[in-house]
């Protein structure tokens, strides 16, 4: 059995059409044959089963006994730190050496060494957790955050505490300090002495968020692009075949067919808030003003973030970057519970389509795709319940993950985003006591001073999402589902089937189970573990992770609404996978015949998908992205 997918991309987003929901929906499952997608079928805990969390942060203190239920029993992964460049950065000391202003806000590279050496040797001190729990953090994450280590006006807290405040001018100077820091804080592997390099360097986290914005990030698209290049140039030049993937553009906005979706400084504020006494320096002044005079006459405009932000991105960095890196959130509202505004679903299939399509149209080949930040963004200022804001996530992981396992040779590292306790983000009263706490994280506490190390921390649901996922692994095998709004995968792990199903739906829905191929092999036990909101529980429901144990394989199974089941099949033999469903992508060429920004408007479309390989058995998907009225999309998906 082959199985081809076309892709038509028009520069757009859908979403999904789907019938009304239907009281069955019939789920097929062929145990026997292989789901190969770019030569990848396999599930890869490793890539996706990973908590927003370094070995060595400091949340764990204290914790032990939750570390050791997260890794060893639940099998999760380490997976990124930001946080650990920031205050290094800050506390570098400027190179006293150099008197010109303002080459002399400039790193001490010596100094950085030094400290690198001594950074090596505190983390030699994680003693057995390091030998326990190390080569679960190998393929980690790393990166930067905006403040400080790009460009800043700031002179806050951020800058140099060690030694005279300093803070970097020009990108070339926050280029050199990562080169350094990724050749002297790091060791090549985990036998040599320190704290081992990531696999993944993000360049900078979220700037799209912070630049011009009265944030003090004064900066333009043009030097966030010329830093991303010197990143990779100079890192790659030092280290070599030492050097870790590097990637970007971590945009904060996803919302490819909008205007900018904040709001930034136009040139006649910043040069009015610049005349004295508030412009510390000549250069402060012309970094501000030059900032200002970039291409900004088109933020109002259809598309800015795919035109300006995302394509820029990918005509500036793409063939410099070894990964493209994205995040993605719902924003669901309160107090009515409501949608918000949603990427689930047909939006995260566009965005991951357009990057895909975009970059083979301008490269001739697929790049990677971390998704290192997924989730739902929760209001603080509402006073939600815990246990909302825990659902609002769960159900978001492993919608959005099953989306992630449609693409295992495309996107190849994924994180849901919950910090361990994030006391980061709290907000707090002038004696240090928490008035609101971060709203997402795994772990939380009762005490008023999160700082207190008496205060007791418990898990929070989200403990649940990796309880639901612990024993998923092994090979993807052939599924499908008779309705867009369920989603269906299956994996083969020697004698055991695990089967997910997941739902969009707000309704129940009963799913028919088909089993396919070879049933010579008797099924020993059933067991599911399905994750739901309860209503009756709360003020407005509550996670239940329920276990049920079957007596043999089940010829259905009820679906609670946007809920997710895992069925695990215990067979007596190990099961024989002897066929292979070879998934492949053909990518249309441009709908504007390769001018312009590829889209079209109001017109008949006409584009070709050649060189298209045809089986003789198989089935095929045509997937057409197109925006609708302006704030929602469609997609055309037609299958025989």
Partial sequence: MIKKTLLLLAASLWGLFTAAAQQQVNVDINFNIRHSVGGVSDFGRERHITVHSSLGEPDWK???????YLMNDLDVYFGRDNGSSTWKFASTIRDTSITTFPQSFYPDMNMMAD?????????????????????????????????????????GDNCGKAGDYWRPMYVETSADWVTQYLDKFFVDNASGHGEPRPMYWEVVNEIDMVYMTGQSVQTKLEDIFKYHNLVANQVRQRLGSRAPKIGGMTWGQHDLHKTDGLGRFDCTPISTYLQPPFNYDPITAQIWNDACNTQYTNRSSSWFQWDAQWKGFIDACGANMDFYSIHLYDWPTWPDGGDGYMRTGGHV????????????????????????EYGAIVDQSKDMPEKFEDWANLKVFSQMLMQFLERPDLVVKSMPFAPVKATWGDYRDANGNVTARYPITLMNTKAANTNDTTAVWYWRDIIKWYELWSEVDGTRVDTKAHDRDVQVDCYIDGKVAYLILNSLDKSALTLKLNYFEDFSNPIKSVSSKQLYLDLSLGTKGEPVLKQT??????ASVVLNPQATIILKYEFQNAVTINQTSVEKKFYSGSLTGGTGNHRVAGTALTAAVNNVQVPAIGEATLRICGSFIKDWAFNVDSRN
Avoid at 356 to 365: L, N, T
Avoid at 549 to 554: E, G, L, M, Q
Wanted: glycine share 6%; charged share 25%.
């Fill in 349 to 372: 299939e566009a965005i991951l389509d357009m990057v895909d399509w975009y970059q083979h149209y301008k490269y001739g080949s697929q790049k990677p795709i971390v998704i290192s």
């Fill in 62 to 68: 204290g914790q032990r006994d939750k570390m050791e």
């Fill in 115 to 155: 400290f690198g050496n001594w950074c090596k040797d505190q983390y030699e001190l994680l003693d057995d957790w390091r030998l326990q729990f190390e080569p679960r953090a190998r393929q980690m994450i790393c990166g930067t955050n905006p403040h400080p280590t790009y460009p800043t006006l700031s002179w």
């Fill in 549 to 554: 144990t079957y007596t043999s394989a089940p």
